[in-house]
């Protein structure tokens, strides 16, 4: 069985900086890819990153150029750098790890903004 467990999330002023990790346990032969999601009340679950095994990453468009996702597979991590950070990217954030023939989720870790 796999678990992930993401860390990291806070609450911080606009134009400030947080950093996620989420760590996975378990065995795990092959890694796939990992994304990051997030989530607020009014809103359904979005992607905004997302690294595949060959390191090619693709961020939604209202993170593009402040997110930056970057994995450690020596460690089974995959962290989320977000810099610049603005009201609106309040939420719920939540790392998914696929591998084959599966898809894992966290718990998510909470971020607050304001401004």
């Known amino acids: 069985q796999v678990q992930l467990v993401e860390s990291g999330g806070g609450s911080v002023q606009a134009g400030g900086s947080l950093r996620l990790s989420c760590l996975a346990s378990?065995?795990?032969?092959?890694?796939?890819?990992w994304a990051w999601y997030r989530q607020d009340p009014t809103k359904q679950r979005e992607q905004v990153a997302h690294?595949?095994?060959?390191?090619?990453?693709t961020y939604g468009d209202s993170v593009k150029g402040r997110f930056t996702v970057f994995r450690n597979d020596a460690k089974n991590t995959v962290y989320l750098q977000m810099n610049d950070l603005k009201p609106e990217d309040t939420g719920v954030y939540y790392c998914?790890?696929?591998?084959?023939?599966?898809?894992?989720w966290g718990q998510g870790t909470p971020v607050t903004v304001s401004s």
């Open positions: 998914k790890l696929v591998i084959p023939g599966a898809a894992y």
């Open positions: 378990g065995t795990i032969d092959r890694i796939n890819s």
């Open positions: 690294i595949t095994v060959r390191d090619a990453t």
